[in-house]
């Protein structure tokens, strides 16, 4: 029977209108979550990028790197990421969200929150290239931060607010880009590193 079943059965499902979001408290990376994060930040060429907005230019709050199958690249906030060829590490844990999900990836974009101050502002994964109803995979790594999720259109639907510990796994589907954004606030205590890994598919080039 269990092969009848959907992969995201296996899923904390989330309850929200007008999308589908998913939590797995603790996956099985297959490596301590402690030692990837620690090989991450030490491996990984991290980026502080600038980026666009309302026309002017800041450095995001946080540290990035891009990695996929060559041809992924991707376009945000007005700057364009061309993908680092994969490492053993990325692909072993793209494996494990594979199946964990049921989903299939080309790529990842890594976020590195150095400490309490990182964040990332309330924002969807709807670009082009990642096609309609994108499946969005983020795995997190190291301290627990806050993600919240607000809808565009309902102001009366609450935000939501998950807490995503290390070596937690959110899924987002469906219709969930289109009618929700998504953001990291800055935290006011203390807070370790953070790394998250959003797995993504880009299905067409980039504008
Ligand atoms: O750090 C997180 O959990 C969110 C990352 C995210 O939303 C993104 O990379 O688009
Ligand atoms: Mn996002």
Redo the contacts with the bound molecule.
């Keep these: 029977m269990s092969s009848l079943l959907d992969a995201t059965d296996r899923l904390e499902r989330i309850p929200i209108a007008d999308g589908e979001v998913y939590y797995s408290h603790k996956l099985e990376l297959g490596c301590d979550d402690n030692e990837a994060l620690d090989r991450l930040i030490a491996d990984v060429p991290w980026r502080q990028e600038s980026i666009l907005v309302w026309g002017k230019m800041y450095l995001q709050p946080r540290l990035v790197a891009w990695y996929g199958d060559s041809g992924s690249d991707y376009t945000y906030s007005g700057i364009t990421l061309t993908p680092l060829p994969w490492t053993d590490l990325l692909l072993e844990i793209k494996r494990t969200i594979e199946t964990v999900t049921g989903a299939s990836f080309n790529s990842v974009?890594l976020?590195y929150?150095r400490d309490n101050r990182d964040s990332?502002g309330f924002?969807s994964?709807d670009e082009p290239e990642l096609g309609l109803r994108p499946v969005?995979a983020?795995l997190?790594l190291g301290e627990e931060?806050t993600?919240i999720l607000k809808h565009k259109l309902n102001k009366l639907a609450k935000p939501v607010r998950l807490k995503?510990a290390s070596n937690s796994l959110?899924l987002m589907k469906g219709e969930t880009q289109r009618y929700w954004t998504?953001?990291?606030a800055k935290e006011s205590r203390q807070c370790g590193p953070?790394i998250?890994l959003?797995f993504r598919r880009i299905v067409s080039p980039g504008p």
Aim: proline share 0%.
């Design positions: 974009l976020n929150y990332m924002h994964d969005i983020s997190s931060r993600l995503l959110l998504h953001g990291i953070r998250n959003t």
